[in-house]
Every structure is written in structure tokens, then in C-alpha cells.
């Protein structure tokens, strides 16, 4: 099966790169798997690979989950306004509200993290890119 590369620059994570299985239709070619289980794919992937959370990919791990901003916070024990404060935001999250989020968002889709604090956290720095292929 033919494959393409594709960017989520839209959603603001212009360093991930998915190479999905596409076939071809009367419209041309389409990608052959659902956008769901991309879209989980790589939010499996910014939460495994200990990728810095800010604003981009915080907004694309809640819309990812199907959690407004209250439900997010209040699964977090803030404010809807402070969700919104840390989407809007350039930086990367403090470091205890990182690790209560990719904690929360490990459970919601379903993986074990493993490790230590600093584990959780995650890197000092987001990476260039990001490349995973979803069959």
C-alpha cells in the first residue's frame, strides 16, 4: 500500500511528521485510516517521549481527549481561565502542572508512564521533528 507523509503544522505542531497509509478513491488519493487514531498516535508519542508541553501541545492533547477547557481543568483541579492562560501561552508549563498533565493524559488514552519525576517531566528542549508511522 502506497504511503504519505503528513504535517500537523495546522494544529501548531509543525515538527510532527505521520506517514499514514493512503489508497486511492474517485477523489484521489485518501488516507486509509481514520484522523482519530492519528491524532491518538501522536498524542501517544508527545506524552511518551517526554516532548515539552506548551501552549500548541496542550490545546492538541485536550481537543485529542474531547475535553473543553472546564473539563480539562477541573480533571485537574484548576480553572478553565488557567487552561486557557497555558494554551495561549508560548513557554512550556511549570513543571508540576507538566507532569499532572501527561499523567492525566497517559490515563486517558490508556498508557503506562514509567519512571521518575524527571521522567514525567520530560526533555529541556522539543525536538526538530517528530516522526512516527501509523499502519
Known amino acids: 500500500m502506497k504511503t504519505k507523509t503528513i504535517d500537523f503544522g495546522s494544529s501548531g505542531l509543525s515538527y510532527v511528521h505521520v506517514t499514514v497509509p493512503v489508497k486511492s ?3 484521489g488519493e485518501v488516507i486509509a485510516v481514520p484522523l482519530a487514531r492519528i491524532e ?3 498524542a501517544v508519542e508527545l506524552i511518551r517521549k517526554g516532548i515539552p508541553l506548551g501552549g500548541a501541545e496542550i490545546t492538541f492533547l485536550r481537543k485529542v481527549l ?4 472546564q473539563k480539562l481543568g477541573d480533571e485537574l483541579g484548576v480553572s478553565a481561565p488557567a487552561v486557557l492562560k497555558w494554551e495561549r501561552e508560548a513557554g512550556r508549563l511549570h513543571p508540576i502542572n507538566e507532569v499532572a498533565l ?3 493524559v497517559a490515563e486517558h488514552l490508556g498508557i503506562s508512564l514509567e519512571g521518575h519525576f524527571s521522567v514525567l517531566l520530560g526533555r529541556d528542549h522539543p ?3 517528530l516522526r512516527l508511522k501509523v499502519a
Open 25 to 27: 478513491s474517485s477523489h
Open 40 to 42: 491518538k498516535a501522536v
Open 66 to 69: 474531547g475535553l473543553s477547557l
Open 102 to 104: 501527561r499523567a492525566l
Open 127 to 129: 525536538p526538530t521533528t
